[in-house]
């Protein structure tokens, strides 16, 4: 079945330490998100991407970084410098709005990171 | 810029109750309307859409019209269950953004 697959679902980090998650999706979409989710909260968008090998700055980029390398994967690095990185973190693709698409997003089952 | 104001919960009804929350937007452009919903543990799902003004978007059993005279995208439910418990998320995006705009989300729950 076509979807987005998030991994590791749950995962611990000390602090100080980067922090890798990864987002694949096999719906041959051209544009994938990263978001955050604080409890309680609505979503924040940290980085995007229309195309592969080009990526922008969300909202809340900071201490944050991606890649784009190719148009299945789309993987967030939390680095140290994030002051607060627990939080959930949602993936999800799209088809871009030049392609005549309602831009509906569809997403991942999310990631949970818990900083000790 | 674009942005949602979503009414503020939580909101708690009882089985079979009527169901309003209520979302407004502002948007550059012309806005197509979303409503996501979000059960425990889980990522976000398309609940209905709407792409134009007038249009009426619906889904096992829940309704919302864009109204461009009152920038309005209210979602309703004639009769809730305990299943529909989750958080609902109003979203627009536009063509000049190319990113959704979310509001902050409505936590429904429903009690038998």
């Known amino acids: 079945d076509g979807g987005i697959t998030q991994s590791p679902k749950y995962l611990f980090r000390k602090e100080g330490q980067n922090v890798t998650l990864s987002c694949e999706q096999n719906l041959n979409h051209d544009a994938m998100y990263w978001y955050r989710q604080d409890p309680g909260q609505g979503l924040r968008l940290i980085y995007y991407s229309q195309i592969v090998n080009d990526f922008q700055k969300g909202d809340i980029a900071e201490g944050y970084s991606v890649s784009r390398e190719k148009k299945e994967s789309f993987p967030l690095t939390v680095t140290s410098a994030q002051k607060n990185p627990t939080a959930f973190y949602l993936c999800?693709?799209?088809?871009?709005?030049?392609?005549?698409?309602?831009?509906?997003?569809?997403f991942g089952e999310g990631s949970r990171l818990t900083v000790l | 810029g674009n942005s949602v104001t979503q009414m503020e919960g939580p909101v708690t009804l009882s089985e079979e109750a009527f169901l309003t929350i209520n979302c407004t937007y502002t948007?550059?452009?012309?806005?197509?309307l979303f409503w996501y919903v979000q059960y425990p543990g889980e990522g976000l799902q398309l609940l209905l859409k709407?792409?134009?003004?007038?249009d009426k978007g619906s889904n096992k059993g829940f309704e919302a019209t864009y109204r461009k005279e009152t920038t309005s995208f209210h979602l309703e439910k004639g009769s809730v269950q305990v299943s529909d418990s989750a958080v609902y998320f109003c979203a627009l995006i536009t063509t000049n953004a190319g990113k959704s705009t979310f509001g902050d989300g409505t936590t429904l729950t429903v009690k038998p």
């Open positions: 999800a693709s799209s088809i871009p709005l030049y392609r005549a698409n309602t831009g509906e997003l569809f």
């Open positions: 948007a550059t452009g012309y806005p197509s």
């Open positions: 709407a792409t134009k003004a007038d």
